[in-house]
């Protein structure tokens, strides 16, 4: 035979190339190893060429022999380059190892003033009860926020107001800040035909600063005019209201008789609270606590705006919305609302997202 | 107003106990405030007498005196100013403990003089709120036995709110019809008949009013009084005055004050040898002054309603007596007034003199005309059972006005407005308990006159409260209110839905929303843009503008917080800024500031100061949060005075509208807030977007996103370093709007190889067709025109 090998070395050769593959100790030398073997001049593919010298009996039982040749020796090499692969990419995983618990990078999260979070949940609550939101302005003329609220000159409700007047004046009268947001009230049905129903909230402003006051707090107007609202109604409302507003089917309420001038009957609502250890537990316990001023809207204030009170007739409310959020969310100190302390903001103050809903809860 | 039990049960026999009383009250409308309970321990406590009153060489406002407490002699320094020589006060001897303080008295030495004890006013004893005068007990207590044998306490003090409407409620009588209606108890009557005259008085009184002008004073009856012993008064009046917070002073004085809070009634007593000639009721005269009892000289207006005589005003009438004619112990004889006076009139004079009377606030809210005759006998039978002497004849100038007149009442008006139906009947007796008179004049109509006491009750609409009160507020059942639609509609108006979404969009961002006042400093307001509002009673000089812009206070405020270790600050507001005064001279704005660095120091992050950028970055959001088309904004290196000249901008919507205006802070403002590092902020003006549309549906235009592959070109261009990159990018994106998706800045770089005064933009622009893929020729195309734009809009060059 004048070329091939005899089966005995192609044994041979398989268990050396074998070995070679086996002995490779990185992927560059698995290379030279495939080069070597399988490469277009490699041992493996010199055989392969020399079967063509063969007689056609002889030729292919070795192209048989070296097709199998080939083929462990290609799968060896394969095995093997799964092997150094994975054990490379180990190493480098090793090597790429870093600190997790290093802090993660700053981002700061802002926050929702409690006025304006509690604000949103009374227009959701109101709003399931068909109220819309109605605006005023903060500077008001005498008519809308005294004399249609039939609130006369030297009426001791007016002076009891602590007004703060502007130098300005509109038809002889110093302009005002409005003391309450009861206004709207007279802005919302100047504007057109019964019925009304609308809360407004907003700033209000009275000349008074001490331990509970504040020149500036803010408050909701509720005004709910058609033809058979009553005082069943008034009750029923607020009562929902408070229930829904802090998240308790139980509040105890209280209506009691009360006067403002723009209304009658007048009432104020008292909520059921227990004081334990300078804490303020409210919806439950023996004591009252006033949380708002209602009543039937005075028909003096209808006849001011054009409304016949023969045939229209309601209830109207105002609340502190500073006080409800300080009742609800445990807040001491009123004055603490407007001196924007970061510290005091991130600790009372709501997150972004925090979006109160009826359907998914007013508060977290 | 303050009463005690006792005291109301000589108005209301009733079976009643305290709870029962104070509940029924408060659900009344005459709304409980406190229940005290009184009784401290006075038997350690000694009656003394005052024998010696010397002024304290150091200390002109304390005296020492030297007080016999019953065989003892002590020296004590004491600061009341009514102590006086002869007078009995109560002794607290060293080691006895004060109810007030739950402290034992220690000797103590006061600027140099020891004191041995001291003499105790009402509120150290509990006795009282009254903290400037010690407690002057009657001439007939025993010196040394216990305080305990001589001060009798009334109690439990009852302390009700009285509404701006309830005048008749000012009086324990008041109080007690109001029970008495309710059904507590029935109603006892003081003894009004009428006390004989026994001399003519041989005074004068008139009215003294110009026509239309007799309001003032309706009504004034005097009665002189002779041969009066005055001096403190019995232990049950001290005690039942003392009780409800008031001094006892002198017999008539008290006798006065108990019967203003008896009846309601205010009355007042002349020293009749001290009123010069006869009595007139007039306005005062131009330039007239009065000394009133309180100690202080008052210039009165010509509106104001005087009592004078011969010497001119002596009282001012519903509000205070004057000096010159006031009681002494030594008066023997008085002139007794009862009268009437307008409630505004007096409420006016009131407010404006500053002074606050238990006899204006009663007769600014109104007293019963009914009773003044009557409250002038029972005055009259007072001072006789206490001060002795004779009476004279009333003297009546004026006459008691018209009653009120009566008006219907149509009692379906209760269901109507209360929800509650009651019998007529039941109806008739409740109005009728409460002192009205009534008569049905048809089927279901009541006619109502109402009693003198109540001002308060001229419609129907009242009556419905009466009979709502007496039937029980806590009666009328609640009835929920639901909404006329299944589903309801928003209840934000797109604007108000928008400022939420401002809100939560900043808040987002990191910025923590503040709450400030609408009132600001005018030099604040003055360096922000505005002259200010002015306030004619600004609570202090800092807050008597209005503001014409958010950023002082919260700036402010950010120094406030640096102070107190927070160095990196980011705070929003939205809320009002006044550009006028008119009502609606005002506007929306979002407003937020940064301060400091954009956050603290971080291992991965290095930290950088806050810049311009942050805040036009913040404003921008706030506009995406409204769905403000970014490209239909403009940017432009323009704005006010309060921000950097050099780094401050406006956002311009359209060639006038400014939408929003951001800068960093100008370093000299920054200052003088005390801000360190560097401040930036902004300002939105949310009512000045354009109203959010109120279109029927909500379909957006249908996606046309591309399936060939984007090919990106960058572009480094060479222009003036004063070309904004604004102009360069828009007429980038404008070279050709089918095919460019998308323009980025991503280098800045002004230096070698680009030339002086020169700055090189890098800009990378994405291109990609609709229908097919780029070609190269296309994509070289497209380069050319981008290249030409630019150079059109900014003369930029290619950089070589």
Redesign the interface.
């Known amino acids: 035979m004048a070329s091939g090998l005899m089966d005995v070395d192609v044994d041979r050769l398989e268990r050396a190339l074998l070995a070679e593959v086996a002995g490779a100790a990185d992927l560059q030398a698995l290379e030279q190893v495939r080069v070597e073997a399988l490469g277009r001049k490699g041992r493996v593919t010199g055989l392969t060429r020399s079967l063509a010298e063969l007689e056609p009996e002889a030729r292919r039982a070795a192209g048989q022999r070296y097709n199998q040749l080939k083929q462990t020796v290609a799968e060896a090499i394969a095995a093997r380059w799964r092997e150094l692969q994975s054990s490379a990419l180990d190493a480098q995983l090793i090597a790429e190892r870093v600190d997790v618990t ?2 993660v ?9 409690p ?2 979070q509690v604000t ?1 949940e009374i ?1 959701a609550i ?8 109605a ?1 005023g ?5 005498d008519f ?1 926020n005294f004399g249609a609220l039939n609130i006369p ?5 007016r ?2 107001m602590d007004t ?5 004046e ?1 038809n002889g009268r ?2 005002v ?1 409005r003391t309450h947001t009861s206004p709207v009230q007279i802005r919302t049905m100047l504007a057109g035909p019964p019925p009304y129903r609308i ?1 407004a909230p907003g ?1 209000t ?1 009275r ?3 001490d331990m509970t006051h504040t ?2 707090f803010h408050q909701v107007e509720g005004l ?1 005019i058609d033809r058979r ?5 008034l ?3 607020l ?2 209201f408070v229930r829904a507003f802090f998240e308790r089917d139980d509040v105890p309420v ?6 403002f ?1 723009f209304t ?5 609502m008292d909520i059921g609270c227990r004081r334990s250890a300078g804490e303020l537990i409210v919806g439950e316990g023996d004591d009252w606590l006033e949380i708002l001023g209602c009543g ?1 809207v ?2 003096n204030v209808l006849r001011a705006v054009a409304v016949d009170p023969e045939v229209w ?1 309601g209830f109207a409310f105002g609340m502190g919305i500073d006080r409800v959020a300080m009742l609800k969310y445990g807040i001491p100190d009123l004055r603490t ?7 005091w ?2 600790h009372y ?1 709501f ?3 925090d ?1 109160p809903t009826t359907y998914g809860g007013l508060s977290r | 107003m303050k009463f005690t039990l006792p005291w109301l049960r000589e108005h209301l026999e009733t079976e009643a106990g305290l709870e029962e009383i104070v509940d029924r009250l ?4 005459l ?1 409980v405030e406190a229940v005290e309970t009184r009784g401290a321990d006075l038997s350690p406590f000694k009656v003394a007498l005052v024998t010696e009153v010397r002024r304290h060489p150091d200390a002109e406002r304390l005296s020492l005196c030297r007080v016999d407490t019953g065989g003892e002699l002590a020296e004590v320094v004491c600061g009341a100013p009514n102590v006086h020589a002869g007078m009995k006060a109560v002794f607290a001897p060293v080691g006895v403990v004060i109810p007030a303080s739950g402290e034992a008295l220690r000797r103590a030495r006061i600027r140099g003089v020891d004191s041995n004890g001291m003499l105790c006013s009402a509120s150290e004893l509990l006795l009282g709120e009254d903290r400037d005068g010690i407690i002057e007990l009657p001439v007939d207590a025993p010196v040394g036995r216990p305080a305990s044998e001589v001060i009798r306490l009334e109690g439990p003090v009852i302390e009700v709110a009285i ?4 005048g008749d409620c000012f009086g324990v009588l008041g109080i007690a019809r109001e029970l008495a209606a309710a059904g507590l108890g029935r109603l006892k009557h003081r003894d009004f008949r009428p006390v004989p005259g026994e001399f003519e008085a041989g005074l004068a009184i008139t009215l003294d009013f110009p026509p239309g002008a007799e309001a003032a004073c309706p009504l004034f009856v005097g009665r002189v009084f002779r041969g009066l012993r005055n001096g403190p008064s019995p232990a049950w009046l001290q005690a039942r005055l003392t009780a409800i917070g008031l001094r006892p002073i002198s017999t008539l004085v008290d006798i006065t004050n108990l019967v203003t809070f008896d009846l309601g009634r205010p009355l007042h007593v002349f020293d009749a040898g001290r009123v010069r000639g006869d009595l007139s009721l007039r306005f005062a005269r131009p330039g007239e002054a009065l000394a009133a009892l309180d100690g202080k000289t008052y210039r009165l207006d010509p509106d104001m309603t005087v009592i004078a005589d011969a010497s001119g005003a002596i009282s001012l009438g519903g509000i205070m007596g004057g000096e010159s004619t006031g009681c002494t112990a030594e008066t023997t004889e008085v002139v007794l007034e009862v009268a009437l006076f307008d ?2 009139r007096t ?2 004079t009131g ?1 404006r003199l500053g002074i606050e009377s238990d006899a204006r606030t009663r007769f ?2 109104g007293v019963d005309p009914g009773m003044v005759l009557p409250g002038m006998e029972y005055a009259t039978r007072l001072i006789q059972g206490l001060c002795g002497g004779s009476a004279g004849r009333p003297i009546v100038a004026g006459s008691v006005p018209p009653a009120r007149p009566p008006f219907r009442f149509r009692m379906q008006q209760l ?6 139906a009651l019998h007529g009947a039941v109806i008739e007796q409740h109005m009728r308990s409460l002192g009205f008179g009534a008569e049905w004049v048809e089927d279901g109509v009541l006619q109502l006159w109402p009693p003198s006491w109540r001002h308060d009750v001229t ?4 009556v ?2 009466e009979l ?2 007496l039937h029980g ?2 009666r ?10 299944a589903i ?6 797109p604007e ?1 839905r928008q400022r ?1 979404s401002v ?17 600001v400093e005018p030099e604040l307001a003055r360096r922000f843009g505005g002259q200010g ?7 202090n000089a800092e ?1 008597s503008v ?1 503001r014409p812009s958010l950023l002082p ?2 700036l402010s ?1 950010a120094a ?2 640096q102070s ?1 270790g ?1 160095a ?5 507001e ?3 800024r ?1 550009f006028g ?6 506007e929306v704005v979002a407003a937020g500031i940064r301060v400091g660095q954009n ?2 120091r ?4 290095p930290p950088r100061p806050v810049d311009v950028f942050d805040a036009r970055a913040d404003a921008l959001a706030l506009l995406a949060s409204c769905k403000l088309n970014a490209d239909a904004v403009r940017v432009i290196a323009d704005g006010p005075g309060h921000y950097h000249p050099g780094r401050r901008g406006r956002l311009m919507l359209g060639p006038q509208t400014i939408l929003a205006e951001f800068g960093e802070l100008h370093p000299a403002i920054a200052r003088d807030l005390d801000i360190t590092g560097r401040a930036v902020g902004f300002e939105v003006f949310l009512d000045r977007l354009p109203r959010p549309k109120a279109k029927p549906g909500r379909s957006r235009t249908p996606l046309k996103a591309s399936p060939f592959p984007p090919v990106d070109r960058d572009f480094a261009l060479v222009v003036a370093a004063e070309v904004a990159a604004e102009s360069l990018l828009s007429a980038i994106r404008g070279a050709d709007k089918s095919l460019i998706r998308e323009v980025t800045l991503f280098d800045v770089y002004e230096g070698q190889g680009v030339g002086d005064g020169m700055k090189s933009l890098a800009v990378a622009v994405r291109l990609q067709a609709q229908d097919h893929t780029l070609t190269e020729a296309e994509i070289e195309a497209a380069a050319k025109r981008i290249v030409a734009a630019a150079a059109k809009a900014t003369g930029a060059t290619l950089r070589s």
């Open positions: 290093l802090p990078r700053p981002s700061v999260e802002g926050r929702i003033h006025v304006s949103d227009t109101f709003a399931e009860m068909g109220f819309s939101v605006e302005p903060d500077v008001e003329n809308n000159e030297e009426h001791p409700a002076q009891m703060f007047y502007l130098e300005a509109q110093p302009l800040l809360i700033r402003y000349c008074d600063s020149p500036m709910m609202t009553h005082m069943g109604h009750k029923g409302c009562t929902d209280r209506f009691r008789p009360s006067y001038p009658e009957p007048s009432a104020e039937m005075h028909p007739q609302f407007f001196e924007p302390d970061l510290r903001l991130r103050g997150p972004a997202l979006v | 408060t659900m009344l409308g709304e509404t701006a409407n309830r409630p505004l409420a006016s407010r600014e809210r269901e109507r407005l209360s929800g509650i419609m129907e609409a009242d419905v409260e709502v009160r507020y806590d009328v059942p609640p009835m929920p209110v639901r909404r006329t639609e309801g509609h928003p209840a934000l108006s108000q939420a809100r939560r969009a900043l808040a987002a961002r990191g910025l923590a929303e503040a709450v400030t006042w609408s009132f509002i002015r306030l004619r009673n600004p609570i807050l209005l206070h919260l405020a406030r917080n107190r927070q990196n600050a980011g705070l929003f939205v809320g009002p006044f005064a008119e009502p609606g001279e005002q956050h603290g971080h291992w991965a992050e």
